[in-house]
């Protein structure tokens, strides 16, 4: 299924997302000495809306002009490790199209459309980022065993969601689970996080949690270092 929907969202819907996008952007100005600084470039890129939710129709329109890749809708909040790679390698990226209650304003454990527009989007805008997912994705198809498909998961999630990039020395935020987490947003700022340096072998045997925060990241020395991990995966383990 590749078609979207456009709910109708409800004030309270829209000032959810008002709030936390303008809570989100000032933490982040707040602390730009821990924010990478090609994340803020492609926040502007992404141009969200931060009076009401983005017309996802439009999104998809926009990102589709920018790096050929589609919105699509997420069936489920919890799609399959098979079905997500399946999107990603045909150039569709799932959106739920639901967002958080007030209640769950600090953290949510299901991913919502605030995490995938503001933590996502940003990311999904550059051409790098889309072309490293869908290799990523088509590796994974590759896969024939369990132990490949799940380290290839691993790899994944300890990307796509959660790197860190050292940039000039210092460790910087560049992921899209922080990035749509006031809680995390917070804790990464003030140095509460465990950070270490990304490696293959730490990659693979560190299984992410998706739906409780995380306490250790791993630190990557530069963007082409993603890609260096996949290959040295494929040379050592396929
Ligand atoms: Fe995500």
Redesign the pocket.
């Known amino acids: 299924m590749t078609n979207l929907t456009l709910p109708n969202f409800t004030l309270e819907n829209h000032t959810v997302w008002n709030r936390m996008l303008t809570k989100q952007m000032n933490i982040i100005e707040q602390n730009i000495d821990h924010i990478s600084m090609h994340l803020i470039r492609w926040i502007e890129i992404a141009e969200l809306h931060i009076d009401k939710i983005p017309n996802v129709l439009e999104l998809s329109n926009r990102l589709e002009k920018a790096t050929w890749r589609r919105l699509c809708d997420a069936e489920d909040p919890f799609l399959s490790h098979d079905r997500w790679f399946e999107h990603l390698a045909h150039k569709r990226f799932p959106v739920t199209n639901y967002i958080r209650t007030m209640e769950n304003f600090e953290f949510t454990p299901l991913?919502d459309l605030f995490?995938?527009y503001f933590?996502?989007m940003p990311q999904m805008f550059q051409s790098f980022f889309a072309d490293i997912e869908e290799k990523t994705a088509l590796l994974h198809q590759k896969a024939i065993t369990q132990k490949q498909k799940k380290d290839i998961f691993n790899i994944s999630r300890r990307t796509?969601?959660y790197w860190v990039l050292r940039e000039n020395g210092t460790e910087k935020c560049v992921w899209?689970?922080i990035l749509?987490s006031p809680g995390d947003l917070k804790y990464f700022c003030n140095n509460w996080f465990i950070l270490e340096d990304a490696s293959l072998e730490k990659l693979i045997s560190t299984p992410p949690s998706?739906h409780q925060q995380h306490s250790k990241f791993f630190v990557f020395e530069d963007l082409d270092q993603w890609d260096n991990l996949l290959e040295e995966y494929e040379k050592k383990f396929m």
Do not use: A, R, Y
């Open positions: 991913p995490h995938e933590g996502h796509i969601e899209t689970g749509s998706p």
